[in-house]
């Protein structure tokens, strides 16, 4: 059974970091996807940064510059640091993961259960 389970989340004030982790569990065969969504009240849940299996990446224009995700192959692990933060970064951040795993060999897209992220003086 495939599990995604974040971590790092809390309270900053703006201007602040915060470093989110992603581990990814079970009988996985390979990676090709991971990424970091987020969804404040009210509002859809948006692409925040995804990194594929080949180190590229891609970033919500609002997170560019100071946003920066990356992935630890060997530790099944995605993070993202997070700088300058704002007021408007607040939300509840989730970690998405492509993957296909065994037992039998299956592909499937997996959510986490998410980890609140909180700017505010």
């Known amino acids: 059974q495939v599990q995604l389970v974040e971590s790092g989340g809390g309270l900053v004030q703006p201007g602040g970091s915060l470093r989110l982790s992603c581990v990814v569990s079970?009988?996985?065969?390979?990676?090709?996807?991971m990424g970091w969504y987020r969804q404040a009240p009210g509002k859809q849940r948006e692409l925040v940064a995804a990194i594929i299996s080949g180190g590229i990446t891609n970033y919500a224009e609002s997170t560019k510059g100071r946003f920066t995700i990356s992935r630890d192959n060997a530790k099944n692990t995605v993070y993202l640091q997070m700088n300058s933060l704002e007021s408007e970064d607040t939300a509840v951040y989730y970690c998405?993961?492509?993957?296909?795993?065994?037992?039998?060999?299956?592909?499937?897209?997996?959510w986490g259960q998410g980890t609140q992220v909180t700017v505010s003086l």
């Open positions: 079970g009988t996985i065969f390979r990676i090709y996807r």
């Open positions: 998405n993961a492509d993957l296909q795993s065994l037992g039998p060999l299956r592909s499937g897209n997996y």
